[in-house]
C-alpha cells in the first residue's frame, strides 16, 4: 500500500478538494482508499462529505489522546453517484473509507493544549491500513509545518505539494521540498486554482520545473463553478463531464 500526503504551506490552495476528489475517483475505479483527515486546527474533509458538524462517531482526535476505538472512527464514505457510469471493465468494488477530525472547539483545544504522540499517529495510520486492506491511504494535512504536518510527512511514501500560482505559495513549496528530501519522500508538485493567462504563456510550466527541480503531476486552472459549489459533497460525482473532473 502506498501512503500520500497532500500538503500546502498555506491555506485556500483547495486542498482539502483535491484529495477528497482524487480518493473518490480512484475508489470508483475500484480501489480501496482511505482517508485521513490530520488538519487538526482546521480540518475540512469531514464538510466535503457532508458529515454533520455535531456527528457522534469517534474522530481521529479522540484516537490520539486514547479515547475510543479504531473501528468506531472509520466511516464509509464510497460515493455512488457514478455508480451507472463506470467506463466498461471498470470496477464497481472498490471503497472509500474516512477518518475525519473534529469540528468542535473543545477537541481543537484540547489536542493544542495536551499535544498528542508521534507514535500513536503512526500506530493508528499503520492500524487503518491493515484493518481495511487498503491500496491507497490519502493524509490532508495542516498548512504550514506544525507538528501533526512532521508526522504525517514522515509516514508518507509520497509528498504532493499543492500550491498556486502565487510568491507565497512558491517560497512554502520549496520549504516542504527541502524537508520531505531531507525526510528521505519523494516529491511531486499540484498546481491549482491557475489563471487562464498564465497557462497561455509558453513558458509557465518549464518555468516552474526549473524553479523547484521538481515533477510537477498536474496543473488545474481555475473553475468558478469549482469554487461555488463550496465544497458540499464531491464535485466530480455531480459533473462528470466537466474539465476539471477529467483532469482530476
Known amino acids: ?10 491555506g485556500g490552495t483547495g486542498k482539502s478538494t483535491l484529495i477528497a476528489n482524487v480518493a473518490a475517483l480512484l475508489a470508483l475505479k475500484g480501489m480501496r482508499v482511505g482517508l485521513v483527515d490530520l488538519d487538526l486546527i482546521s480540518p475540512g474533509l469531514g464538510l466535503i462529505f457532508n458529515l454533520p458538524s455535531k456527528c457522534k462517531t469517534c474522530k481521529i ?31 464497481e468494488k472498490g471503497k472509500l473509507y474516512l477518518i475525519p477530525a473534529s469540528f468542535e472547539s473543545e477537541d481543537i483545544f484540547r489536542l493544542i493544549k495536551n499535544g498528542y504522540s508521534a507514535e500513536d499517529c503512526v ?12 491500496d491507497l491511504l ?8 506544525e507538528e501533526d504536518t512532521l508526522l504525517a510527512l514522515a509516514s508518507t511514501d509520497l509528498l504532493t505539494i499543492v500550491l498556486r500560482a502565487d ?4 517560497v ?25 493567462s498564465l497557462l497561455d504563456a509558453p513558458s509557465f510550466i518549464d518555468d516552474i520545473k526549473k524553479t523547484f527541480e521538481a515533477p510537477v503531476v498536474g496543473i488545474i486552472p481555475f473553475y468558478e463553478e469549482v469554487l461555488a459549489s463550496m465544497s458540499r459533497g464531491l464535485f466530480v460525482t455531480k459533473n462528470l463531464d466537466h474539465n476539471f473532473t477529467r483532469l482530476i
Not at 500500500?1 to 498555506?10: E, L, Q, V, W
Request: aromatic share 8%; with cysteine.
Open 1 to 10: 500500500m502506498t501512503i500520500i500526503s497532500f500538503h500546502s504551506y498555506r
Open 61 to 91: 482526535n479522540d484516537l490520539l489522546v486514547g479515547s475510543g476505538n479504531l473501528i468506531d472512527a472509520v466511516i464509509d464514505v464510497t460515493p455512488s453517484d457514478l455508480s451507472l457510469n463506470l467506463p466498461e471493465g471498470e470496477s
Open 123 to 134: 500506530k493508528i495510520v499503520q492500524k487503518f491500513k491493515d484493518f481495511l486492506n487498503l
Open 138 to 145: 490519502f493524509i490532508g494535512t495542516h498548512p504550514g509545518f
Open 167 to 170: 510568491l507565497q505559495d512558491y
Open 172 to 196: 512554502g513549496a520549496r520549504i516542504a521540498i527541502n524537508i520531505g528530501r531531507r525526510l528521505g519522500k519523494n516529491v511531486c508538485l499540484l498546481l491549482n486554482m491557475v489563471p487562464r
